[in-house]
């Protein structure tokens, strides 16, 4: 099945520039993903192909106009749910691009300027946020949800594993250390349960690591899934990472 993106934009190149290349390039070529780009100025009805206004009660900057946005949403190759990216949408996670790798397609709108008159983002389906940080423009959020999504998409990566066992993938956590050659390098070595070959061990050693990982770089992860069992505590007591679990709320627990 090949999913359909289309992607509206003042800056067409920008996003096929880089949707020609390295893994968006792959799922292009191998069928799995079709971006179809259309430029916003295709669809103005002014000499000037304008696109922007001032905003009404007076403020800086110029504002994304309502009406070439509408023409360009009834276009043939738009696909629903249609998206507003904008600093004020829900914030984009893994969760949300296994949610669009699973549709027939998604239509991503791009802002530009001071961002969009309200009647636009309200015309949305829905408006995601790439993070708490405000862009220039909507193009790089438009790539980073094309990316996210389509490599999960089955065929797109060499390996399927690699998708599966990735950060916030396996059981919402981040991903556990890895290690390639040299064996020692400036004094630090691999890890020796690594070059055991005891594969249950290593896949204990690497939960561990994960839930390690995530209880000291992302706690807020370890509370959005409702804490660590009884087990998983175990499992760091096993390998003596008890020092994180004194550090812990008593509610991280409770799952
Ligand atoms: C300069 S921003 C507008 C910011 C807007 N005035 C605000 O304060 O929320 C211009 C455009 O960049 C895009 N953009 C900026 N930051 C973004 C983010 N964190 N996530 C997604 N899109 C973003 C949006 O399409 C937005 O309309």
Not at 62 to 81: I, K, S, Y
Not at 175 to 189: A, S, W
Not at 206 to 214: D, G, I, N, V
């Amino acid at each position: 099945m090949t999913l359909r993106v289309t992607v509206v934009t003042i800056f067409p190149k920008l996003i096929e520039q880089y949707l020609n290349s390295s893994v968006l390039g792959r799922a292009t070529q191998r069928a799995l993903l079709d971006v179809t780009v259309l430029d916003l100025r295709s669809y103005t009805d002014d000499p000037r192909r304008s696109i922007d206004d001032s905003p009404y009660g007076g403020g800086p900057g110029m504002l994304m106009m309502p009406e070439p946005v509408f023409r360009a949403l009834a276009d043939p190759h738009v696909v629903r749910p249609t998206i507003g990216l904008s600093p004020i949408g829900a914030t984009f996670r893994q969760s949300d691009a296994v949610a669009l790798s699973q549709l027939d397609g998604f239509t991503l709108l791009c802002g530009r300027y001071e961002g969009f008159d309200a009647r636009i983002e309200e015309a949305c389906d829905r408006l995601i946020s790439i993070g708490d940080f405000v862009l220039a423009g909507g193009e790089l959020a438009a790539l980073v949800v094309i990316e996210a999504t389509a490599r999960l998409l089955n065929g797109v990566l060499g390996n399927e594993e690699s998708a599966r066992e990735e950060s916030f993938a396996m059981d919402r956590l981040l991903e556990h250390p890895q290690y390639t050659r040299p064996r020692v390098l400036g004094g630090h070595e691999v890890p020796e349960v690594l070059l055991s070959g005891d594969h249950e061990e290593v896949d204990r050693w690497r939960y561990a690591q994960r839930l390690l990982r995530t209880l000291e770089r992302r706690p807020d992860l370890i509370e959005a899934r409702g804490g660590i069992s009884r087990e998983e505590v175990e499992l760091l007591h096993r390998y003596g990472y008890d020092e994180v679990l004194q550090t812990m709320n008593k509610e991280r627990f409770e799952r």
